[in-house]
């Protein structure tokens, strides 16, 4: 099984600065299709998870630009350029690449 | 507007059984992944199964294989979870999700449905 590390455990950040958050994986997540599979989602408190970033960069549909990913074979990364208010939640990094899908531990991010 | 609706949680003693199910609206069922993922109280994401649109592939997690079965009737845009020989670490909201998107992650997600394994 493909196991994800995310780091940091938590990330305190001012409102209007930027955050970063880090997912790495056991082995390299490109297909044999060529494409990477990794996906980062968004979990608010009490809510279900939501789809921010799908293929490593790839923004879903409605999430603010400021909301971006990068990234090759094993070592990706999350960036929120101004943390607003409603940012605050725990982030999920998730490989698709094969089966058993498997997601990172989540990382919180709060306001200082 | 794309809706997953889960329903059949609650509480079952260790041994019992449990159907979930979710029920679809906003999008052509049929054409779609469907998949479970779970959350134990306090913790992370788990993904627990996955079926195609047709049923003709299925995919568990090691810990459920055996216990839980996915299935899906897309005459009722449903797809549901049978869940056998439940344990206490099998205690968590569970929530459907497709991907409708071609992402290769789930782009709509259920409310969750919580299920508590405690005798």
């Known amino acids: 099984d493909i196991v994800m590390t995310q780091t940091p455990l938590s990330s305190p950040v001012t409102l209007g600065q930027p955050a970063s958050i880090s997912c790495r994986s056991s082995?390299?997540?490109?297909?044999?299709?060529?494409?990477?599979?990794l996906s980062w989602l968004q979990q608010r408190p009490g809510q279900p998870p939501r789809l921010l970033i799908y293929?490593?960069?790839y923004r879903f549909s409605g999430v603010p630009d400021r909301f971006s990913g990068s990234g090759a074979g094993t070592d990706f990364t999350l960036r929120i350029s101004r943390v607003e208010a409603e940012d605050v939640g725990v982030y999920y990094c998730?490989?698709?690449?094969?089966?058993?899908?498997?997601f990172g531990g989540g990382t919180k991010v709060e306001i200082k | 507007e794309v809706q997953l609706v889960e329903s059949g949680g609650g509480l079952v003693q260790p041994g019992g059984s449990l159907r979930l199910s979710c029920a679809a609206s906003?999008?052509?069922?049929?054409?779609?992944?469907m998949s479970w993922v779970r959350q134990a109280p306090g913790k992370g994401l788990e993904w627990v199964a996955s079926?195609?649109?047709?049923?003709?592939?299925?995919y568990y997690v090691d810990s459920v294989k055996g216990r839980f079965t996915i299935s899906r009737d897309n005459a009722k845009n449903s797809v549901y979870l049978q869940m056998n020989s439940l344990r206490a670490d099998d205690t968590a909201v569970y929530y459907c999700?497709?991907?409708?998107?071609?992402?290769?992650?789930?782009?709509?997600w259920g409310q969750g449905t919580l299920v508590t394994v405690s005798s």
């Open positions: 998730m490989q698709a690449t094969q089966f058993p899908l498997t």
């Open positions: 293929k490593i960069s």
């Open positions: 079926m195609n649109q047709d049923g003709s592939e299925k």
């Open positions: 999700a497709t991907d409708t998107c071609g992402c290769w992650s789930s782009d709509y």
């Open positions: 906003g999008f052509t069922f049929s054409s779609y992944w």
């Open positions: 082995q390299s997540l490109v297909h044999s299709d060529g494409n990477t599979y």
